[in-house]
């Protein structure tokens, strides 16, 4: 009964990245921030994206609660080093590195942010400029990073490992690879396989460390670093 009740949710995990890209992903998309009516407009955006993560996280916690599923089971523990060494040192490297080149660069280089804003391919009106805005923003970083590292990351490893016993790691970081793709198949292409390499370094950052703690940290910076592209304004 147990396992078919995992099935069940197995086979809702594999929708939910659909409905995600082509249900609520122009919801999400219509959302974002847009030039026109600028503040008010983005922080609108700002709160919708909140409400949709919220709802997003919603089935999972009923789930849990139905399944007698404990947080602890989805990722929520301490950090522990429990696979092979060499694994654990790259994946932990590769995830210093991307967190030095997202965060640490653009915040500390005044030339490389000057060169981001500069760059014809980046709308500076999208970004968080406002005292307002930027709180709103951190705030929807702090939403995304919790429910979609829980959702991606954190129940689908348990709703694997317990449906699959002894599923090769390899596999699970292609699934997670997959499921994130798809789920952001509205951002074009290249944002898919961008999207979809960071889900696969986020799923490694868990399997090695044993908590979603790591892998939310770098979801949640990796974002957050828009916060320090413009000088707050009033």
């Known amino acids: 009964m147990y396992i078919a009740f995992l099935v ?30 600028k503040g008010k ?8 994206t909140m409400v949709y993560y919220l709802c997003f996280i919603l089935p999972v916690i009923i789930m849990c609660i139905i399944g007698g599923i404990s947080f602890y089971d989805i990722g929520f523990s301490p950090i522990r080093f429990e696979q092979n060494i060499w694994f654990t040192i790259i994946v932990i490297i590769v ?6 080149y997202e965060f640490v660069i653009p915040v500390v280089s005044k030339s490389y942010r000057a060169r981001l804003l500069e760059d014809e391919g980046e709308d500076i ?3 968080p400029q406002t005292n307002k805005e930027k709180w ?7 939403s995304s990073a919790l ?4 959702w991606y990351r954190g129940f689908l ?17 292609l699934i997670a690879f997959v499921t994130f793709a798809v789920g952001h198949v509205y951002q074009g292409v290249k944002s898919m396989v961008e999207v979809g390499l960071f889900g696969a370094l986020s799923m490694s950052l868990l399997i090695v460390t044993g908590s979603l703690i790591p892998s ?13 592209m413009i000088r707050k304004r009033a």
């Not at 995830?95 to 030095?100: E, G, K, S, T």
């Not at 429910?147 to 829980?150: D, L, N, R, V």
């Not at 490893?157 to 970081?173: E, H, K, Q, S």
Request: glycine share 6%; aromatic share 16%.
């Open 8 to 37: 069940i949710l197995a086979v809702m995990f594999a929708i939910v990245p659909i409905l995600d890209a082509f249900v609520f992903g122009g919801k999400k998309a219509e959302g974002a921030p847009i030039v026109s009516d």
């Open 41 to 48: 407009s983005k922080c609108k955006g700002y709160c919708s």
């Open 95 to 100: 995830a210093v590195a991307l967190f030095i």
């Open 125 to 127: 009106d999208e970004l």
């Open 136 to 142: 709103l923003y951190s705030f929807q970083t702090l």
């Open 147 to 150: 429910c979609e590292e829980s």
């Open 157 to 173: 490893l348990f709703l694997l490992l317990t449906i699959f016993p002894g599923m090769p790691i390899f596999l699970i970081i």
């Open 216 to 228: 939310m940290l770098l979801h949640f910076f990796t974002d957050f670093v828009a916060v320090f």
